[in-house]
């Protein structure tokens, strides 16, 4: 089987297609804002085209955008990061696969959560790696633990998210700091995603760079940001890495684009950002009431902008239900198995990214339909 063989396909992105036949489809399937970002973003692009910005930037990025995330990492975390460590990327998707690329060989193993997004693994498929998919559940609040790790052989890298998608769960100061110092004994690269940092409602998100120089992190501004079309991300990498990614960088996209970190410049308006964090908490706190009368849900989400259901009492094909809810009462969800085949089949995914007006009109759709 060739690698390429094995990358699945991005379910989600079938049912955003198989969506458009219906006009009055309810949207609960795809993982990306609807609001808007600050208007200072638009200023800048707009600023950015009038003095024709349009060259390459350095292949690490504009200085100027990666001192404003190191800034916003002493604001946001108290924590201290060279701007030299900061690397901009094509969103965090093209931060993945520069990270992948540079810690592990082909052959060499990749531990993952399951559920999990489905990209890492297809990410690592494409780079010749092998992806360890390790069952979490509702036992340890869907945290990978050390304990789980100490199961499995030969690992030269763990990825977690945090919050996490599929579901909504955010890793607690003692889990994440022990998995870190578990990863450094037995000298794993340790690498966390942070993309949902900023949405997060009852407790406060712990950066992996509080624990550790030797921690790998991954954010973007597609999520909290709600800057999902810049395609724009930024890796965080130990001082000794940055050369490598560096010279990967230089030949796989030369830069990040252009425009984009300009745009980028302005997006840490933090007045903004509070307003987009409290908009999402409403919206969990409405659909959270909501469905946990219609299916049962392991964890009430603390973060990101999704809720894990689970659908026993009316199916055990996840996929086969999500079809049905779209074509009996065009209500679009996203079936579990795009996240894994740890008990998936069992689970679909709520995204609260509408306004409540179209979410409260899909949970009516779906109690008429299954009560």
Same mark, same amino acid.
């Given at each position: 089987?060739?690698? /390429?063989?094995?990358?699945?396909?991005?379910?989600?992105?079938?049912?955003?297609?198989?969506?458009?036949?219906?006009? &009055?489809? /309810? =949207?609960?399937?795809?993982?990306?804002?609807?609001?808007?970002?600050?208007?200072? %973003?638009?200023?800048?692009?707009?600023?950015?085209?009038?003095?024709?910005?349009? =060259?390459?930037?350095?292949?690490?990025?504009?200085?100027?955008?990666?001192? *404003?995330?190191?800034?916003?990492?002493?604001?946001?975390?108290?924590?201290?990061?060279?701007?030299?460590? /900061?690397?901009?990327?094509?969103?965090?998707?093209?931060?993945?696969?520069?990270?992948?690329?540079?810690?592990?060989?082909?052959?060499?193993?990749?531990?993952?959560?399951?559920?999990?997004?489905?990209?890492?693994?297809?990410?690592?498929?494409?780079?010749?790696?092998?992806?360890?998919?390790?069952?979490?559940?509702?036992?340890?609040?869907?945290?990978?633990?050390?304990?789980?790790?100490?199961?499995?052989?030969?690992?030269?890298? $763990?990825?977690?998210?945090?919050?996490?998608?599929?579901?909504?769960?955010?890793?607690?100061?003692? $889990?994440?700091?022990?998995?870190?110092?578990?990863?450094?004994? *037995?000298?794993?690269?340790?690498?966390?995603?942070?993309?949902?940092?900023?949405?997060?409602?009852?407790?406060?998100?712990?950066?992996?760079?509080?624990?550790?120089?030797?921690?790998?992190?991954?954010?973007?501004?597609?999520?909290?940001?709600?800057?999902?079309?810049?395609?724009?991300?930024?890796?965080?990498?130990?001082?000794?890495?940055?050369?490598?990614?560096?010279?990967?960088?230089?030949?796989?996209?030369?830069?990040?684009?252009?425009?984009?970190?300009?745009?980028?410049?302005?997006?840490? &308006?933090?007045?903004?950002?509070?307003?987009?964090? =409290?908009?999402?908490?409403?919206?969990?706190?409405?659909?959270?009431?909501?469905?946990?009368?219609?299916?049962?849900?392991?964890?009430?989400?603390?973060?990101?902008?999704?809720?894990?259901?689970? /659908?026993?009492?009316?199916?055990?094909?996840?996929?086969?239900?999500?079809?049905?809810?779209?074509?009996?009462?065009?209500?679009? %969800?996203?079936?579990?198995?795009?996240?894994? *085949?740890?008990?998936?089949?069992?689970?679909?995914?709520?995204?609260?990214?509408?306004?409540?007006? =179209?979410?409260?009109?899909?949970? *009516?759709?779906?109690?008429?339909?299954?009560?």
């Amino acid at each position: 089987m060739g690698r /390429i063989d094995k990358v699945s396909p991005f379910i989600v992105m079938d049912i955003v297609k198989e969506s458009q036949k219906y006009k &009055d489809t /309810i =949207h609960f399937e795809i993982g990306e804002p609807d609001l808007d970002a600050s208007e200072k %973003v638009y200023h800048a692009l707009d600023k950015a085209i009038k003095e024709k910005k349009l =060259h390459y930037t350095e292949s690490l990025g504009l200085l100027e955008l990666r001192e *404003k995330i190191a800034e916003f990492y002493a604001k946001k975390y108290r924590v201290d990061v060279s701007p030299d460590r /900061i690397l901009i990327t094509c969103g965090t998707s093209g931060g993945f696969l520069i990270v992948y690329s540079i810690l592990l060989n082909a052959g060499e193993k990749l531990a993952l959560t399951d559920p999990g997004y489905p990209c890492y693994k297809n990410f690592s498929y494409l780079l010749d790696e092998v992806p360890i998919l390790i069952p979490v559940d509702k036992s340890t609040d869907y945290q990978l633990t050390s304990e789980h790790l100490k199961a499995y052989t030969d690992i030269k890298a $763990v990825q977690i998210s945090s919050p996490s998608n599929p579901t909504g769960n955010i890793y607690s100061e003692e $889990v994440l700091k022990e998995l870190i110092q578990y990863c450094e004994e *037995k000298d794993i690269y340790f690498i966390s995603d942070e993309i949902y940092h900023g949405l997060v409602y009852d407790k406060r998100e712990h950066t992996a760079l509080e624990f550790s120089d030797k921690a790998i992190v991954v954010n973007g501004f597609s999520k909290y940001f709600c800057l999902p079309g810049l395609r724009l991300g930024w890796v965080i990498l130990p001082k000794d890495l940055v050369r490598k990614a560096e010279i990967v960088m230089q030949n796989v996209f030369i830069s990040a684009p252009t425009l984009s970190q300009y745009g980028a410049l302005e997006a840490f &308006d933090y007045e903004h950002l509070n307003n987009v964090t =409290h908009t999402f908490k409403k919206r969990r706190d409405f659909l959270y009431s909501q469905l946990k009368d219609i299916f049962d849900i392991d964890v009430k989400p603390e973060g990101a902008f999704y809720i894990w259901a689970n /659908i026993e009492k009316y199916s055990n094909d996840s996929y086969r239900f999500s079809k049905e809810l779209l074509e009996k009462i065009h209500v679009a %969800v996203t079936p579990g198995i795009d996240f894994g *085949k740890n008990n998936t089949h069992k689970y679909i995914r709520f995204a609260y990214t509408r306004e409540i007006s =179209h979410l409260e009109e899909g949970v *009516k759709r779906l109690k008429e339909y299954l009560l």
